[in-house]
């Protein structure tokens, strides 16, 4: 198994994956873990008519994907793993599903969140989540696309905390 990218970006497949990061990290594959897309086949569909042929595309629940890690049941593929939020991404890693490095892309607007870039809205349990990663070692990347300057986690915290 070769995980080349760990991102968190709420809309998931889409063009920065496909026209930035698959190029930019030579990927072979991409694994989509997220509970609600494994169930729903029109979802899943749709993705997959975006991705080119040539790329393997995989969709599993959070728990599928931390028993296929520890099972070893990955692609051996250069592979980029898609999670739709922070709470996925940790949850994924609660249970054995490990990764050094988390990207978050694109996090969208709801309520309770607060805009700390043009494509990043995070939390106070987003930024809680982020610190006990960090804790655990996995180190964390705010870029969007990949020759985009990162955020410093240190005034992501203080925006959301303090406005």
Not at 56 to 84: C, M, Q
Not at 146 to 161: A, Y
Request: glycine share 6%; net charge positive.
């Amino acid at each position: 198994m070769c995980i080349v990218l760990v991102r968190v970006d709420s809309r998931l497949v889409h063009g920065q994956i496909l026209e930035a990061w698959i190029p930019y990290t030579k990927a072979e594959a991409l694994m989509v873990v997220d509970n609600e897309v494994q169930k729903n086949l029109l979802k899943r569909s749709v993705m997959e008519m975006a991705v080119p042929s040539s790329i393997e595309i995989d969709f599993s629940s959070i728990k599928e994907a931390a028993i296929k890690y520890k099972n070893g049941g990955f692609p051996t593929k250069r592979l980029i793993v898609l999670f739709s939020s922070i709470r996925d991404a940790k949850s994924a890693f609660d249970n054995g599903f490990r990764y050094d490095s988390l990207n978050l892309g694109n996090m969208h607007f709801c309520e309770g969140k607060v805009q700390v870039s043009s494509n990043l809205c995070v939390g106070l349990d987003d930024t809680t989540e982020i610190e006990e990663l960090s804790n655990k070692g996995v180190s964390i990347d705010t870029r969007s696309v990949p020759g985009e300057r990162r955020l410093e986690l240190k005034n992501i915290f203080k925006k959301v905390r303090y406005g």
